[in-house]
């Protein structure tokens, strides 16, 4: 028929498959279609109102994506699952009605609806309830959809979860406390919230999920409770401004880019039960100059890749080896004291900290890995601690690179032992060798 000339269906007749893109103004859905196909309507952006008929049961992934200009949509009783991205990014979009019949939407169903002031669940609707506008399990323990558009929000103190992306993209109030016995906090809930900048975070939570905070522009400060046991893939990452992050003693693993690109970071202190910091953890942390290491903790090599000022970082007492490449390209790390009852020091540990100037190596230590000082160009003190040269064997030229010159660098030794380093001939090549306490 004419009027549907702009619309594609399945062989069948009961899935509507494709909108034509020129379409504009108003488009009526026939009766008899029982489904929105996938990305049915997608980048209509000049469409304004689409009647849908009872028929239909099912709005597929993506089926009004993009469409920007639609101004209202009115969900029929017949309507049972609301996909993911059904109606993501349409702008146009204030209030959103669920009828009682809906008894699944999918957590990103209204992604990027920006203007979206309210959802309106129908009280007969056995899955869901609103409150405050928002859009909850029926027994309020789950938090599924927040309204984009919030000058002040509050959750029931039932609130156990928030869902996948609850928040992502809200224009959230400045702070915002989530409710005591809030448990879980679900993949991107706070996403992208552009305002926010403080969080305080219950006792009762033991997860944070994967990019939970992400592009949170303006976060500056937040506490995390003990108990929790995990700081998730990119929960925080693009927090440019967050200044302030406390881990608790509870935290048994850092993942991937958990705090990738916070700029704001100037301390962090990893504390002793963290057995992994994953990869690109604390990367382009650009203000970072300062880490705590309170035990023995494993990290990757690019894990504080990019952190262009860090220059110090403290080491635990407990540790016994200083794994390869630990401190690679550390470019501004000046010195470093490392604790009595390290016994290897790995391959390439050192390697690319330019401006490393001095740095004492005990007497516990054993074993020193090839290029453990390469392109230390600017090192000129090496304290040892061993009043016995012979406890330790190495070449010194696999130490800093074959193109050395070790005139420049001083080596001191213990009182009483400069007689034997001067006679040992792996100190042979040194010209500087001075006794100390």
Same mark, same amino acid.
């Given at each position: 028929?004419?009027?549907?000339?702009?619309?594609?269906?399945?062989?069948?007749?009961?899935?509507?498959?494709?909108?034509?893109?020129?379409? $504009?103004?108003?488009?009526?859905?026939?009766?008899? #279609?029982?489904?929105?196909?996938?990305?049915?309507?997608?980048?209509?952006?000049?469409?304004?109102?689409?009647?849908?008929?009872?028929?239909?049961?099912?709005?597929? *992934?993506?089926?009004?994506?993009?469409?920007?200009?639609?101004?209202?949509?009115?969900?029929?009783?017949?309507?049972?699952?609301?996909?993911?991205?059904?109606?993501?990014?349409?702008?146009?979009?204030?209030?959103?009605?669920?009828?009682?019949?809906?008894? *699944?939407?999918?957590? *990103?169903?209204?992604?990027?609806?920006?203007?979206?002031?309210?959802? /309106?669940?129908?009280?007969?609707?056995?899955?869901?309830?609103?409150?405050?506008?928002?859009?909850?399990?029926?027994?309020?323990?789950?938090?599924?959809?927040?309204?984009?558009?919030?000058?002040?929000?509050?959750?029931?103190?039932?609130?156990?979860? #928030?869902?996948?992306?609850?928040?992502?993209?809200?224009?959230?109030?400045?702070?915002?406390?989530? +409710?005591?016995?809030?448990?879980?906090?679900?993949?991107?809930?706070?996403?992208?919230?552009?305002?926010?900048?403080?969080?305080?975070?219950?006792?009762?939570?033991?997860?944070?999920?994967?990019?939970?905070?992400?592009?949170?522009?303006?976060?500056?400060?937040?506490?995390?409770?003990?108990?929790?046991?995990?700081?998730?893939?990119?929960?925080?990452?693009?927090?440019? &401004?967050?200044?302030? #992050?406390?881990?608790?003693?509870?935290?048994?693993?850092?993942?991937?880019?958990?705090?990738?690109?916070?700029?704001?970071?100037?301390?962090? $202190? /990893?504390?002793?039960?963290?057995?992994?910091?994953?990869?690109?953890?604390?990367?382009?942390?650009?203000?970072?100059?300062?880490?705590?290491?309170?035990?023995?903790?494993?990290?990757?090599?690019?894990?504080?890749?990019?952190?262009?000022?860090?220059?110090?970082?403290?080491?635990? &007492?407990?540790?016994?080896?200083?794994?390869?490449?630990?401190?690679?390209?550390?470019?501004?790390?000046? &010195?470093?004291?490392? +604790?009595?009852?390290?016994?290897?020091?790995?391959?390439?540990?050192?390697?690319?900290?330019?401006?490393? /100037?001095?740095?004492?190596?005990?007497?516990?230590?054993?074993?020193?890995?090839?290029?453990?000082?390469?392109?230390?160009?600017?090192?000129?003190?090496?304290?040892?601690?061993?009043?016995? +040269?012979?406890?330790?064997?190495?070449?010194?030229? &696999?130490?800093?690179?074959?193109?050395?010159?070790?005139?420049?660098?001083?080596?001191?030794?213990?009182?009483?032992?400069?007689?034997?380093?001067?006679?040992?001939?792996?100190?042979?090549?040194? $010209?500087?060798?001075?006794?100390?306490?």
């Amino acid at each position: 028929m004419e009027q549907y000339k702009n619309l594609t269906f399945s062989e069948n007749g009961k899935t509507l498959v494709r909108c034509d893109e020129k379409c $504009e103004g108003e488009v009526i859905i026939p009766y008899g #279609i029982t489904k929105i196909g996938e990305e049915a309507f997608k980048n209509c952006y000049k469409i304004s109102f689409v009647e849908i008929p009872s028929s239909v049961t099912d709005i597929d *992934w993506g089926a009004f994506s993009g469409c920007f200009k639609l101004k209202d949509i009115e969900i029929p009783r017949s309507v049972i699952n609301i996909e993911n991205y059904a109606f993501s990014g349409c702008y146009g979009l204030k209030t959103i009605k669920i009828p009682s019949s809906v008894n *699944w939407i999918g957590p *990103w169903a209204f992604s990027s609806c920006r203007n979206v002031e309210q959802f /309106i669940i129908d009280d007969n609707n056995s899955k869901y309830c609103d409150f405050e506008g928002a859009i909850y399990t029926k027994d309020k323990a789950t938090l599924v959809r927040a309204p984009f558009r919030l000058d002040s929000f509050q959750m029931p103190n039932s609130v156990t979860s #928030i869902g996948s992306g609850a928040f992502s993209g809200c224009n959230i109030s400045k702070s915002l406390e989530l +409710p005591n016995g809030v448990r879980f906090i679900g993949d991107w809930a706070f996403a992208g919230c552009s305002n926010l900048m403080s969080v305080i975070l219950p006792k009762s939570l033991i997860h944070i999920g994967n990019h939970a905070f992400e592009d949170c522009d303006i976060l500056q400060s937040i506490d995390i409770p003990d108990g929790l046991t995990m700081i998730s893939y990119c929960s925080f990452k693009n927090c440019y &401004n967050l200044q302030h #992050i406390s881990i608790p003693q509870s935290v048994t693993e850092i993942e991937e880019e958990a705090f990738k690109d916070c700029d704001g970071l100037s301390i962090v $202190e /990893i504390p002793e039960r963290v057995s992994n910091i994953g990869h690109r953890a604390f990367k382009n942390c650009i203000g970072l100059t300062l880490i705590k290491l309170l035990g023995d903790t494993f990290y990757e090599t690019d894990t504080f890749e990019g952190c262009g000022n860090l220059s110090k970082v403290l080491l635990p &007492n407990a540790i016994n080896k200083i794994r390869e490449y630990a401190f690679k390209n550390f470019q501004k790390l000046t &010195n470093i004291d490392i +604790p009595d009852g390290v016994r290897e020091i790995g391959v390439g540990a050192f390697e690319g900290c330019t401006s490393l /100037i001095s740095i004492r190596i005990p007497s516990s230590v054993k074993f020193i890995g090839d290029g453990v000082f390469l392109n230390c160009c600017s090192l000129k003190e090496i304290h040892f601690r061993h009043y016995n +040269p012979s406890q330790f064997c190495w070449c010194f030229k &696999n130490l800093f690179g074959y193109d050395y010159d070790l005139s420049k660098l001083t080596i001191y030794v213990p009182i009483g032992s400069e007689y034997d380093y001067r006679h040992n001939p792996f100190f042979s090549d040194f $010209e500087n060798i001075v006794s100390e306490k």
